[in-house]
């Protein structure tokens, strides 16, 4: 398949499911006017939960490999999350029961995919989270996580790949994995939000 009607295939095929993860309750409050730092908390737990899911299966199957330091590699990103968590004064997310495996390095390619765009709402986000809470670098970290230009060599790596149909049917269905699986944590983390103002 030709690399630009691949990229456009991915892009458009996980289109409504992107759509659904942005609408979610999740990442809302964030760009409220009224923004404070527990709808932040919320957040940030509900993207450790999310992304603690991937993070194992993404570092076996795209490590770093010293003979091809140029290309695309995952570098784990939990650890911002929980730093940002803690310089807001929160405690350690509980550690993840269930953790999303590949069967293919396609696979993983898709939950990537997905994984390094949304780190893109960053731009946005860190600074206006730094503004309104009047917080500074230690607790955006992840927000400045696009700043490692992953998406960048991502789309770079995509672009050089040849992909044959199949293959990338397995990136597609892994991403559109990825983006449920967002949308299901952030309804949880929405129950729990609601829950607790019940109460």
């Given at each position: 398949?030709?690399?630009?009607s691949?990229l456009?295939?991915m892009?458009?095929?996980?289109?409504?499911?992107?759509?659904?993860?942005?609408?979610?309750?999740?990442?809302?409050?964030?760009?409220?006017?009224?923004?404070?730092?527990?709808?932040?908390?919320?957040?940030?737990?509900?993207?450790?939960?999310?992304?603690?899911?991937?993070?194992?299966c993404?570092?076996?199957?795209?490590?770093?490999?010293?003979?091809?330091?140029?290309?695309?590699?995952?570098?784990?990103?939990?650890?911002?999350?929980?730093?940002?968590?803690?310089?807001?004064?929160?405690?350690?997310?509980?550690?993840?029961?269930?953790?999303?495996?590949?069967?293919?390095?396609?696979?993983?390619?898709?939950?990537?995919?997905?994984?390094?765009?949304?780190?893109?709402g960053?731009?946005?986000?860190?600074?206006?989270?730094?503004?309104?809470?009047?917080?500074?670098?230690?607790?955006?970290?992840?927000?400045?996580?696009?700043?490692?230009?992953?998406?960048?060599?991502?789309?770079?790596?995509?672009?050089?790949?040849?992909?044959?149909?199949?293959?990338?049917?397995?990136?597609?269905?892994?991403?559109?994995?990825?983006?449920?699986?967002?949308?299901?944590?952030?309804?949880?983390?929405?129950?729990?939000?609601?829950?607790?103002?019940?109460?």
């Open positions: 398949m030709k690399k630009h691949a456009l295939h892009k458009q095929a996980t289109e409504n499911a992107h759509r659904a993860a942005e609408r979610t309750g999740l990442m809302q409050p964030l760009m409220r006017v009224d923004v404070s730092v527990d709808d932040y908390l919320h957040a940030l737990n509900g993207l450790y939960h999310w992304l603690d899911q991937y993070e194992v993404l570092q076996t199957w795209l490590p770093k490999q010293v003979e091809r330091s140029g290309d695309y590699h995952y570098q784990p990103r939990t650890s911002h999350i929980v730093s940002d968590i803690h310089a807001l004064g929160g405690f350690t997310p509980p550690p993840q029961i269930h953790h999303e495996q590949a069967l293919s390095v396609y696979q993983a390619l898709g939950y990537a995919y997905v994984i390094e765009g949304s780190t893109q960053g731009r946005i986000l860190k600074q206006r989270l730094e503004h309104v809470l009047q917080l500074d670098d230690k607790a955006t970290n992840y927000f400045g996580f696009y700043q490692q230009g992953n998406w960048q060599r991502f789309i770079r790596a995509f672009e050089r790949l040849s992909l044959t149909d199949a293959q990338l049917q397995e990136m597609t269905n892994a991403a559109l994995s990825a983006f449920r699986s967002f949308t299901e944590v952030a309804e949880q983390v929405a129950q729990r939000v609601s829950s607790r103002v019940a109460h």
